[in-house]
């Protein structure tokens, strides 16, 4: 067997990877990760060592990838795809061990035959047997939505993926490198790819079984861009494990290759593969087939699931060490031997070897037009040729609509990083020859003002302004002063500039403004300081850290509900700010900090929002040198608030206390895990800051228009209290009901299409770019309105009436879905989503199982202006007792924990 090249190498390159398929977050994504954590926990937790392994296991976020692949499925179809590849990851991770099923091929069969066995109804639950247990209640989820063929397939496709286990065991226990095909015959058994495509299937509520002739060529493409692109980001695993059954192992020890040379050659058929999956793909749909709905949706099933599978395999710590944070990176330099890694944009050996390969901004490498340049001898599959004809190559770049309705264009998602693309012109890899070909419409708004342009209108009547702009635009060229700025007004636009943060980065006079007034935090930094500080606080927002941040919500919403008297009138938006400021609060200083700091908090933040948006949104700097009242309050009030966090660091450094789970003393211990440097004290006042204001002002606007909203629509208001009450019963919600209250969570989506917190963001060009056409110079303002979005009826059918419902998946299917990103997207999503998530569902539920809400007649709901986000004004409503199904005796927020 030949030896590699290079014996002692320790790192890779590895280059930008083709993104030409969408990757989505399931809209109940974080609840669902949990649930399923859950579900393990119960199923199969004594399958582990101890508590540790466990917990080692759940860091790895294994529970993420059914949301990820399953975008547009139920919520209840979504958890059970969810849970069984936590339970096929399970069995996979035992078999990487040889302590364990891995330390003997013929007992791992033995297991395998046994689990076979077990996953049916009919048999007696072994309680002592949890793989049996587990996959018996993951059978009686998910039989009565499979059709008799499905069923034998799912059947087959089990056995398949343990006969492929078996295969990879005796494989490592001999030392058997095997050839390239070889490989991938058991990789695309041992990777599950048969109940793979059937859980796409399940998610699609579609039965595909007498069509899998017709998708041969589909299938094959796919299967293999995931199959290798797995081996490429799990090779430091891999390579760990001393795995043989790798295509890296084959190509680097049985083919003698370079590990360099074997990267690069892999990521060229990854691109090969995607390019012909695609046009193998629209062939279909441009066929008889393309006509059946049932159809489309598969195809648009397996396109998430191709790329939320390349999503996974870079966010998850599994494959970067325990402990890795992922911070949006795609694409740099990995070291094998480090116990947690990341992408680097270099290498960590000499200087000589830096120049052996591109810093990360290196293009992907890019397969020749004709065919992969490889000695990789790949079959031609049965149903044409593996490489795409040159009319096929023409439509590679279009992801049509038909097939990923509203996210054709959009290769990132939530969550996703910033993609450090070469060139920045166009929504991503997969659209640059839509993107030139494309016909766009591009306008300048009307009612310019001299000197001033829009700004004055910006300013006093936004909403208006952006409602009076064309539906059809693309771009809109506005004037603020003298300078030319331009609105993405279209979904596309939107995420190009959403998810290419390196080119359009956090910039703009809003921005500029905010760092003067808050300092440099994760939501104001720029690229380059925002990638340190979102991995130091990044352990903070863990989905793990969330079910003890619900219980300081539970006391807060207790101590609040406590003072409510029937027909008593409130202003709930000001008593949803104050509540949400006081979660905030606790959830930063549970620990140490005694009731006065949480008060004083309370007292300062208000007033330091108010100024600081009327300061960012200002035409000039004048107002805000003026020595009115208002702005000596703000100022002293700024030094009170700085000097209270200057205090409470100093009391965590004098006590030295460890992290305790709030936010505060993992602010003050985090470290870097390449300098092994801190957070300084003005950085950790600038989280603070950025992170009060944050949690606060977008979560009690939300809850704000969500009551006003209710009591405006009693049938919907009376669906949601259905439900609250058959769900919970009485009884407060915990954190395992968040995933079993969907139209308590289409509620909420549909509140943050029609009244964003976040209405209008701005970025700032880092470079020469191109948009719609229009090229735009560094430094060019470009701006993204959420709320102009999300009611353009270019968009969205009847975008003024309120209806949850239109995030049904069988009606959401043509709605943009992952562009209502009330959390942001790209590598600048909002650090808190889940937390945020978890706050305004935990919140709602309470409250509205308790109380209905009634507007005081006369009162009506107005837009203040100008805030730091869409806020509902001065509303004063009714509190009024529900009638609720009773709960258990003596039931509290507090019991319930």
Known sequence: MPESPDPEITEFFLPELPRLLPYVYHPQAARLEIASNGWVRRFLGDTFAGEEELLHFLRQRNGIYGPLTVPEATDRRALDIADWYQYVTVID???????????????????????????????????????????????????????????????????????????????????????????????????????????????????????????????????????????????????????????????????????????????????????????????????????????????????????????????????????SVWDGSTSGWVDLHADVTRFRDRPHASPESESARPAKSAPAV??????????????????????????????????????????????????????????????????????????????????????????????????????????????????????????????????????????????????????????????????????????????????????????????????????????????????????????TARTMFATTADRRVIDEVAYCMPVIMRGVYKRMIAPTGLQEKLPTAHNRDFEQVRVRMRRLIRETVEAYRREDTEDTGDLMSILVNTRDEETGEGLSDEEIHDQVMTLLIGGTETTGNTMAWVFHTLAGHPHIEERLHEELDTVLAGRVPGFDDLHRLPYTGRVITETLRMYPPAWLLTRATTRATELAGRSLDPGTIVLYSPYALGHNPAVYADPETFDPDRWLPERAEGLPRNLNLPFGGGSRKCIGDTLGAAETTITLAVIAARWRLRTVPGTKAGTAVPRASLGTGPLAMLPERRDRVPGPAGLTLSSAR
């Open 366 to 583: 890019a397969a020749p037009a004709t065919g992969p340049a490889t000695t990789v001898d790949e079959p031609a599959p049965a149903a044409g040729p593996a490489r795409p004809s040159a009319a096929e190559r023409a439509a590679i770049g279009r992801l049509r609509a038909v097939v990923a309705p509203g996210a054709e264009s959009q290769d990132a998602a939530d969550a996703a990083g910033d993609r450090a693309r070469p060139a920045a012109t166009t929504p991503g890899a997969g659209t640059r020859a839509a993107a030139r070909n494309r016909s766009w419409k591009v306008v300048t708004a009307p009612g310019a003002l001299p000197v001033l342009g829009h700004a004055l209108p910006l300013w006093r009547r936004p909403l208006e302004f952006l409602a009076g702009l064309p539906t059809d635009a693309d771009l809109v060229e506005i004037r603020l002063g003298p300078k030319r700025a331009y609105l993405a007004h279209s979904p596309d636009l939107a995420q190009q500039v959403l998810t290419d943060s390196r080119t359009f980065d956090k910039g703009g006079p809003l921005f500029e403004k905010a760092r003067l007034l808050v300092g440099n935090g994760l939501v104001s930094s720029e690229w380059e300081p925002h990638r340190r500080q979102r991995r130091l606080l990044q352990p903070a927002f863990h989905p793990s850290r969330v079910p003890g941040y619900i219980g300081l919500m539970g006391e807060e919403l207790e101590s609040e509900l406590d003072q409510w008297q029937p027909g008593e009138p409130l202003d709930v938006s000001e008593t949803m700010h104050g509540l949400t400021l006081k979660i």
């Open 93 to 323: 991770s035992f078999v990487s061990d040889r302590t364990d099923l891995g330390s003997s091929a013929d007992a791992a069969r033995a297991v395998f035959a046994r689990i076979l066995g077990d996953f049916e109804t009919d048999v007696e639950t072994d309680e002592a047997f949890p793989y049996g247990r587990a996959g018996q209640d993951l059978w009686r989820r998910i039989s009565p939505g499979l059709s008799p063929a499905q069923a034998g397939r799912f059947a087959a496709g089990l056995e398949a993926f343990l006969r492929g286990c078996a295969t990879e065991i005796q494989a490592k226990l001999t030392g058997h490198v095997p050839d390239y095909e070889t490989c991938l015959t058991v990789r695309l058994e041992s990777f599950g790819c048969d109940f793979i495509e059937l859980m796409t299937e399940y998610a699609a509520e579609a039965d595909m079984t007498e069509l899998i002739p017709e998708f041969t060529e589909v299938h094959l493409h796919c299967r293999r861009q995931m199959i290798i692109i797995n081996d490429l980001l799990s090779w430091r695993k891999e390579h760990a494990q001393d795995d043989k059954m790798t295509v890296v192992r084959v190509l680097t020890e049985g083919e003698g290759l370079g590990l360099q040379q074997a990267v690069d050659r892999l990521c060229a058929l990854v691109e090969e593969h995607e390019k012909a999956y695609v046009a193998a793909r629209d062939g279909l749909l441009d066929g008889p087939l393309g006509e059946r709905a049932d159809v489309r949706r598969y195809l648009r099933g397996l396109d998430h699931l191709m790329g939320g599978s390349q999503e996974f395999e870079y966010l998850t710590p599994r494959y970067f060490g325990d402990g």
